[in-house]
T-cell receptor, first 112, second 112 residues
């Protein structure tokens, strides 16, 4: 258990509404990541963080923003959800001196 | 441009036989490679990794082979068990980079 909690685990929302997903870690690791998983696309990086208030974009960042005001929390926000953002979202953490990622259990998001 | 490619979306093998999952990469700067395993409704879990200074790494029934000249790695599972049925993701990272790049995954089915 890597001490990662994602919330909510499931969410259904309507197009145009804002949505925030939360990732919480108990290990105080520096690096945190948000990925989405879609059939035929594998795992694609949305945004990542390398410290409090330090974030950067991944390969599919359009339509998403992130915030990290505390080491333990990394928030992913869809400002105005679209149906193309229906996906499974995974948070991951990475201990500083190790290239392995440890993933949370995921959030299934459906945008209707 | 896909930097990590898993060209077989699915693979089916009989219990007890060998499973071979393949992965190709295009970025010659990648120097660390990982395999993750994912069951439905769970987050991906780390399986095995290999550094570019090695050509083989073994952990129990799992062996990863790296052919740098061909930019190819493979995961061998011997003997395959029904519990190995999952989606397997290949990932690669360049030294000093915060970003792991994942392939699209291969769904392995091990038939009893």
């Amino acid at each position: 258990d890597a001490g990662i909690t994602q919330s909510p685990r499931h969410k259904v929302t309507e197009t145009g509404t804002p949505v925030t997903l939360r990732c919480h870690q108990t290990e105080n690791h520096r690096y945190m990541y948000w990925y989405r998983q879609d059939p035929g696309h594998g795992l694609r990086l949305i945004h990542y963080s390398y410290g409090v208030k330090d974030t950067d974009k991944g390969e599919v960042s359009d339509g998403y923003s992130v915030s990290r005001s505390k080491t333990e929390d990394f928030l992913l926000t869809l400002e105005s959800a679209t149906s193309s953002q229906t996906s499974v979202y995974f948070c991951a953490i990475r201990p500083t001196a190790n290239e392995k990622l440890f993933f949370g259990s995921g959030t299934q998001l459906s945008v209707l | 441009d896909q930097q990590v490619k898993q060209n077989s979306p699915s693979l089916s093998v009989q219990e007890g036989r060998i499973s071979i999952l393949n992965c190709d990469y295009t970025n010659s700067m990648f120097d660390y490679f990982l395999w993750y395993k994912k069951y439905p409704a769970e987050g991906p879990t780390f399986l095995i990794s290999i550094s570019s200074i090695k050509d083989k790494n073994e952990d129990g029934r799992f062996t990863v082979f790296l052919n740098k000249s061909a930019k190819h790695l493979s995961l061998h599972i011997v003997p395959s068990q029904p519990g190995d049925s999952a989606v397997y993701f290949c990932a690669a990272v360049q030294g000093g980079s915060e970003k792991l790049v994942f392939g699209k995954g291969t769904k392995l089915t091990v038939n009893p």
